[in-house]
């Protein structure tokens, strides 16, 4: 062991003297900072020229073609920034820079077309054109053209009307024509059914008169004296349909008739009337119609001490407008 270490460390010591001798000799001399230069066998040789072309130099811009010259009789432009004299046509304007108007002469080169067959694609179609949206639309009021709520008719017409006068030993007739009226109001009380009050009346013009005493009977005509039948009351009119113009209805009332009793008073009593027609619609709310009318009534009155029972019968044909 110990001849082998002793082998080793001699190797270790003539390394280290061996490295530490070449590190002397590769270090620079001292003083100079900088290492020696190139000798002139070691300079670099000089660039080489660039290769030869072939190719022609770029051909030097030309300059634009001068603006073609106006046609003849137009009016010469106007220089720059001036204004045009009043009444003169506006200039056109001037082509954009580097744009000039093709020669006189120039067209399309020959067969120049667009290609065959060109056309719009299958299913192409124009847009439709706009077209204002319809108004909103107006919800239906359900009272217009409906017979509901207010009830309000009034009407004109003729009839015939006839009154017998019955005493104890006495008996008069009375019959004629003459103008009759009608004024009603009221409101709807269920679906087409109307209650209310009215007065219907009938005016005989100059009457024809029979009167009858035992077996004599005399007759004539009562001239510039009319004779009255009067009906006031309550009255029912029906619609069976509401929306549509058939009617029917009672009424039931005091009554007079135009016979005086001795102290100038018409008889009164009771009377009740029978009607009916139809109504057309000439607006929401407003009808125009033909009516029928019965009109009966009993009254009684005094004169010369004989009391007399009266029968009144009025048949009536009447024309109506309607607010219902």
């Not at 019959?175 to 009380?189: C, K």
């Not at 009050?197 to 004296?225: I, W």
Request: charged share 15%; hydrophobic share 35%.
């Amino acid at each position: 062991m110990a001849p082998m270490r002793a082998v080793a460390w001699a190797c270790l010591s003539v390394g280290l003297i061996a490295s530490h001798a070449l590190a002397q000799s590769a270090a620079p001399p001292s003083g100079t900072g900088a290492p020696p230069a190139p000798s002139a066998s070691e300079a670099p040789p000089p660039p080489a020229p660039p290769p030869a072309t072939t190719e022609p130099p770029p051909p030097a811009p030309t300059a634009p073609p001068p603006a073609p010259a106006p046609p003849p009789g137009a009016a010469p432009p106007l220089p720059p920034g001036a204004a045009p004299p009043p009444g003169a046509a506006p200039q056109p304007y001037p082509p954009p820079p580097g744009y000039y108007y093709p020669p006189p002469g120039y067209a399309y080169p020959p067969g120049y077309a667009y290609p065959p067959g060109y056309a719009y694609p299958p299913g192409y179609t124009y847009p439709p054109s706009y077209v204002q949206p319809p108004p909103p639309e107006k919800k239906p009021d359900p009272s217009e053209r409906n017979h509901d709520g207010f009830y309000l008719r009034m009407g004109m017409g003729a009839g015939y009307g006839r009154v017998v006068a019955e005493g104890s030993d006495v008996k008069a007739t009375y019959s004629g024509f003459g103008p009759v009226f009608e004024l009603m109001f009221g409101g709807t009380i269920g679906s087409g059914f109307v209650l209310g009050g009215g007065l219907m009346g009938h005016d005989v013009s100059e009457p024809d008169l029979e009167v009858e005493t035992g077996d004599v009977s005399v007759s004539g005509t009562v001239e510039n004296e009319s004779l009255g039948i009067l009906l006031i009351g309550a009255f029912i009119d029906w619609f069976p349909d509401p929306k549509g113009g058939g009617h029917f209805g009672v009424a039931l009332g005091p009554a007079e008739v135009g016979l005086q009793d001795e102290d100038g008073q018409s008889s009164d009593g009771l009377g009740g009337s029978l009607f009916g027609g139809y109504d057309f619609w000439v607006g929401d709310q407003w009808s125009l119609g033909v009516q029928a009318r019965v009109v009966a009534a009993a009254t009684e009155h005094r004169r010369n001490d004989i009391d007399f029972e009266n029968t009144a019968t009025s048949f009536q044909l009447l024309f109506t407008a309607l607010n219902h």
